[in-house]
């Protein structure tokens, strides 16, 4: 246990570390909520779910997981963290026993763990994809669940706790994540209805979980869908955040703001498809100048400040080079390699961001233990070691501010040259991108005078 409490308060630092913003909304719902647990969880991004669900939750956490990971290397590690296993056809090939078999024995052993007060994690879509969608939830969760209260007369006080994770990006270090937590599901309600000879009970539970978890987090239809959201969201969603009086820092209010992007973009797709096709061309074509540039959109809310935007920024660097090269010849190497290690692992990006965390979780105490070793010996003095030893983490931090900065400073620098050598490339620029924002603010007020009859 104490090993696990250790490992669960690394992966914390770890996990605040790789991403930008970490934030969690209904995080005293998921402390309120005690065992018999099940945690059902959406899930875009493999290992790195698990990860982040089960750093949240004060008590120790059960793991659903799929059969084909276990075998005799890792079935004493799995079982040490809780990790129960669900089988399909395709995994009990060497097996004498069949899926339904074996599953049986799955169930069982979670209907055991749930008697004991204990907390379950489940993805109940049953398999990882890096989309923003939410998969067909499968009967699973909800048969284990109406079967352990079912053993107790429906007086064990079973409860399905939904929750949603969303990422900016998940296969990026230094990206968000929004951790969305709905309302309970009391199983307890479903003993009217329940007969062991039936799915009428499983299929409604089903339902509701569906239900609940399409409410914690973004859907979008396909990619094409997904790519016309994100669009608006690039160009357009600061804007609304002003004009809302919205907190940017605040993602609850960036979740809020994207579903009302998404259902606002259905209805065009549906109603007015010629004019959303149109502004998706002209959106595309945008963004992708700007690409070929290496320029951020930002730039043209800046035009008349750009010099002292410039000045500033280049200042700030300056003053800030001689932390930098500190910072970076003391963390290049363990932030570094991480990445190195995960793309040998690994060509499925979806596996990438845990591999990364996780490597950089090992690498990163071995290369400043070296390098407080080395201090030791060039200091020969303790005082100076420890003021070293405790700047190293932070000097990493600063590399990070500094480099967004130095790429701030870049796109500033083009656009300057390119504003005094083609003026007239970025005055068509700038007027596209007036007509583009003239286009979302006629569509935004029909939308919003149908929605108000």
Avoid at 45 to 59: E, G, K, S, W, Y
């Amino acid at each position: 246990m104490l090993f696990y409490t250790l490992l669960k308060f690394i992966l914390k630092i770890a996990l605040r570390v790789f991403f930008r913003r970490f934030q969690v909304d209904g995080l005293d719902k998921l402390h309120r909520a005690k065992g018999p647990l099940i945690l059902a969880v959406n899930h875009p991004n493999t290992f790195m779910d698990p990860l982040i669900i089960a750093t949240l939750v004060r008590q120790r956490v059960a793991f659903i997981a799929n059969g084909s990971i276990f075998n005799r290397f890792t079935r004493p590690i799995f079982k040490y963290f809780h990790v129960i296993p669900v089988y399909r056809k395709k995994d009990t090939a060497a097996s004498s026993l069949s899926p339904a078999e074996l599953n049986k024995q799955t169930f069982q052993r979670c209907y055991d763990y749930l008697e004991t007060k204990g907390t379950i994690l489940i993805f109940p879509e049953g398999t990882s994809e890096i989309e923003r969608r939410l998969r067909e939830i499968k009967t699973g969760t909800a048969r284990i669940a109406l079967g352990a209260e079912a053993e107790h007369g429906f007086n064990l006080g079973v409860q399905i706790l939904p929750i949603g994770l969303n990422y900016s990006d998940p296969t990026h270090f230094r990206s968000e994540v929004f951790v969305n937590v709905g309302e309970p599901i009391h199983v307890r309600d479903f003993k009217e209805s329940y007969r062991p000879d039936s799915f009428e009970a499983v299929e409604t539970l089903t339902d509701l979980i569906q239900q609940r978890l399409t409410e914690t987090v973004i859907i979008t239809e396909d990619a094409e869908e997904d790519s016309l959201v994100l669009q608006v969201e690039k160009l357009y969603k600061n804007q609304l955040f002003d004009e809302l009086q919205l907190n940017q820092k605040v993602k609850k209010d960036e979740f809020g703001l994207i579903k009302q992007l998404i259902t606002a973009v259905r209805y065009f797709e549906t109603q007015h498809p010629d004019r959303l096709k149109s502004l998706q061309v002209r959106m595309t074509n945008y963004l992708e100048s700007l690409q070929k540039l290496h320029l951020s959109d930002r730039i043209f809310t800046q035009t008349k400040r750009l010099y002292n935007h410039l000045s500033s920024t280049l200042l700030t660097l300056l003053l800030g080079l001689p932390l930098y090269l500190i910072g970076l010849i003391t963390n290049y190497i363990p932030y570094i390699l991480p990445s190195k290690i995960a793309r040998l692992i690994s060509s499925d990006i979806s596996y990438r961001a845990p591999i990364m965390m996780t490597v950089g979780i090992v690498f990163f105490p071995i290369f400043y233990g070296v390098e407080i070793y080395l201090a030791q010996l060039l200091f020969k003095n303790t005082w100076l070691t420890l003021l070293f030893a405790v700047s190293l983490p932070f000097l990493g931090y600063f590399v990070l501010w500094y480099w967004d900065r130095l790429t701030r400073l870049t796109h500033l620098w083009q656009a300057l040259r390119l504003f005094r050598q083609k003026p007239s490339l970025m005055e068509s620029l700038s007027a596209e991108r007036t007509k583009i924002f003239k286009a979302l603010e006629e569509a935004k007020r029909l939308y919003l005078a149908i929605n108000k009859d």
